[in-house]
């Protein structure tokens, strides 16, 4: 086991003690992604275990709440360690937290729990810390996606390219996260450590690699057999494709992307496994319906499903990555709605998707959705995923109303909807269904 350094073990102390003035003293020359050897947690982990039973609610009774004091100016001058050390758990650790992050402490370390800093506010209901380590995630994830490093597989980039790249952001956000942006392209720090990955896929799929498990990649999903039952489909490791409870999700998407009065809809599909939503599409009577799909047996069930001899239902066989530059270049049809819901595909892909696509196929008034499951089996990691894609889609000229749905996780325990799932890829008891469409 390794031994801490005096300033380390230092570190971790004063992270439990919520010391403020020593943490700044020691953050000079420590780094804080120092790891309890027994427990892993970082000082953001500790500094947030110290707040456990802590309302979130600030004092009412006018009590400062600084760590400066204030000059006979106005103007604030240097804090006051005095004022610092008295202030309540909860506010020194609202102070703790920018200040490890901006010195480049790691959002999403796990602990030997499992759990992310982020993980325990959340389970200790601590609102104004989870805030602080959602955006903290943000900021990290937008960053990793200028890079082109949402995910594993990584990207064509050599290191000296991602540096040159991570300057350039450097020079237009000052309170980025350095650490996380010395990460190479397997997730190791330059100093060996390695770092976590909550790899926000569209639909969790794993495989086993010796001991670990390793997402799979689509590459791999589209040449593997697939186990296909009434109420759900399995790729080969067990992986949920697409299960029955997510009918109502489906169902509350076509109502919202398609808002009435919408008359023989022209309708763009991405991914039909069970044919969900498909079918649900059906019933406003398309006049245009385009499905593509590109597993060989989920096109072999489509092939003989009703759906595909319905008048202007249109299949394409393939990737959507190859079939829609060619639909682009045609350029003889756009879309009423255009929903997105494919497996094994990583943030990027869905990126790609709605800025090179949908904002050539959409009809000037229609809507974009997607199924909303990017690091759904983790609510800090959906969080973040939510505020990420917002913004991405924002930069790509459209906006977002999020619509909330209740998922009823606890009912879907133990011997119930889970039941020969390798994983579940939904954890959480709400689901946010986003209707996007054009800015304006
Ligand atoms: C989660 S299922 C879709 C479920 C569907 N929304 C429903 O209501 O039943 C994902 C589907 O996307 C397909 N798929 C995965 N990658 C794809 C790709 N690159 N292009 C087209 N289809 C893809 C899968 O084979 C699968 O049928």
Redesign the pocket.
Known sequence: MDTLSEAAQLLLLAAQDLNLPTLRSILKSQSPNVQDPTTLQTPLHLAILACKGQSTNRPTNGASNGTTSPTSNGTSSIPNITDELSLPPLLKAEKILPLLLQNGAIWNSLDTNNETPGCIANRLKLTSLYDIMVDAGVRAELLFGSLGDYMTLGGDDSEEEEEDDVEEVMDTDEVVDTTDIQKDDKGVLEDGEEVPELVPTE?TALEKAGEEDIPVT?EE??SSNLEIDDDK?LDQDKNG??MSW?TSI?SQTVSLLLPPPSTNPKIL??????????SLFQSHQPSSHHI????PQ?IQKLASHPISTTPGVVIHA????DVLPKLVDEGTITFDAI?F?????DYSQLKLFFTEYVISLLEPNGHFGF?NGLGADRQIAYDVYKKVVEIDLLEAGLETEWHEVAVDSKKMEGEGEWKGVRRKYWDLEKYWLPVCKFIG
């Open positions: 639909r689509s999903y589209l489909i494709v697409m997510e489906m599909n991405i991914g039909f496994g069970m044919g969900i939503i498909d593509i799909e590109a597993h989920i393939g990737r959507w990555q929903y819901d494919t497996f094994a595909e199924f």
